[in-house]
């Protein structure tokens, strides 16, 4: 186990110091490193500037450089951490319902995440919750603690206010998982196991994240969120940024052959994101 660590440790030290060097900053990252200098000097989301992003990481953001300065560096520090949890997390995850050791999904996770700039972007953060989330549930399942539940649904807030899309995602998968598992992992009192499974966790989600909708509502103005959240990502932003989704993506991204794997890795995970967990916990629950 120790020297499983080392690999781990090792190998994400290596590729992080890589990227690094030779990792430009990128638009993305720009507007994160802006958007939480703009947090810093008290502008709010929405209202004080514009932004089609849930604000989770600004703030995050405006945390670290409170403490270590307004550095891009602090910053990509910081992600390069979140990354090397998630490289650990997926690593735990499928010991845990494979009962098999392995090492070389997390270091994938570490070639895959740093060759694509996600630094300072909220991206690795909502995946690093999304695999804790993903843990909870696996200690629901085991325990039948409906605080887990109650965790979890406030987990899925914090997801949410990262990023909204990951947050719907994670949302509509448990709502599936658990009609699954009570259906044909969990046989007994199922439809009432269906109601108690998606009602705790979806009372504590509604009412975790109440207070987070009108805080913005109210400070930012409905308008406002409405159009920058919602109105312009589905009506306006589709029309004038077309993305290649197939194989052709080897000839048009500039990362080289493993940016394009990259790319075609994604697509694939966006496809299969909404049914992660009904993919995986069938593994060991039976």
Do not use: C
């Not at 050791?101 to 999304?130: D, E």
């Not at 899309?165 to 658990?178: E, K, R, V």
């Amino acid at each position: 186990m120790k020297k499983d660590i080392f690999i781990l440790i090792a190998s994400f030290i290596a590729i992080f110091i890589l990227s690094l060097f030779i990792t430009p900053v990128s638009y993305d990252e720009g507007l994160a490193f802006m958007g939480a200098k703009s947090v810093l000097i008290g502008l709010t989301p929405y209202k004080d500037f514009w932004t089609i992003y849930a604000p989770g990481q600004y703030y995050l953001n405006a945390g670290i450089m409170s403490i270590f300065g307004d550095y891009i560096i602090a910053l990509r520090i910081f992600t390069g951490i979140s990354i090397f949890i998630i490289g650990y997390l997926i690593n735990r995850i499928l010991m845990e319902f494979t009962d098999k050791k392995v090492i070389f999904p997390g270091i994938i996770s570490f070639v895959l995440l740093f060759s694509v700039n996600f630094f300072g972007r909220a991206i690795p953060s909502a995946i690093l919750l999304i695999l804790i989330l993903i843990l909870i549930i696996s200690n629901y399942i085991k325990s039948k603690n409906s605080k887990m539940l109650i965790i979890a649904g406030i987990l899925t807030t914090v997801i949410t206010v990262f990023r909204q899309d990951f947050g719907a995602y994670s949302a509509i998968s448990l709502f599936l998982f658990f009609i699954y598992y009570s259906l044909f992992i969990d046989k007994n009192e199922k439809y009432k196991a269906i109601t108690k499974n998606i009602g705790i966790y979806f009372a504590s989600y509604l009412i975790s994240i109440a207070p987070v909708i009108f805080h913005f509502i109210y400070y930012s103005g409905l308008d406002n969120v409405y159009n920058q959240l919602f109105y312009f990502p589905f009506n306006v932003f589709p029309n004038y940024r077309k993305i290649d989704l197939g194989f052709d993506a080897i000839f048009h991204l500039k990362f080289g052959i493993i940016g394009a794997l990259t790319f075609i890795y994604l697509n694939i995970i966006s496809g299969i994101r909404l049914f992660y967990f009904i993919s995986i916990f069938p593994i060991k629950l039976n």
